[in-house]
């Protein structure tokens, strides 16, 4: 959900069906009815206008059922020309559990974990400081 329509253009034929073009903005539930039980969203949130933000968190949680976990990251830092809503870690904890999330610490660990092992250095320097895993309460 939510691929950029220049990368969906060039997206092979075969995998095009499993791909759904969609503004993360405008709620998600009438073209989605699916429950999923990995939800990824990494470096999404920061660029999502803040008065959108709650739009996109529900976009999140109605493809999510109560066993559900979510990998997301959210970027810290100044507001910019693309970064129009990053929230600092406290900001950004205080922001999932107003929207009824809880933060699994241990998950969160291994992510983090397994994305020092397997991703480069610049990756990490966006995804290691804010990337956790979540679920709905």
Not at 5 to 30: A, C, E, G, V, W
Not at 39 to 59: C, F, G, K, L, R
């Amino acid at each position: 959900v939510g691929v950029d329509y220049f990368k969906y253009d060039y997206l092979q034929d075969n995998i095009k069906p499993y791909f759904i073009q969609h503004d993360l903005r405008d709620p998600i539930d009438s073209i989605i009815n699916k429950k999923y039980d990995i939800i990824v969203s990494t470096e999404v949130a920061e660029h999502i206008d803040p008065d959108y933000e709650h739009i996109y968190i529900q976009n999140i949680k109605h493809l999510m059922h109560e066993k559900s976990k979510l990998i997301i990251s959210w970027s810290k830092g100044a507001v910019n020309h693309q970064h129009f809503n990053p929230k600092s870690p406290m900001e950004f904890k205080q922001t999932m559990e107003s929207y009824n999330f809880r933060l699994l610490e241990e998950e969160s660990n291994e992510i983090i974990e397994h994305f020092k092992k397997n991703f480069n250095k610049a990756t990490n320097n966006y995804l290691l400081g804010s990337a956790s895993v979540w679920k709905i309460i």
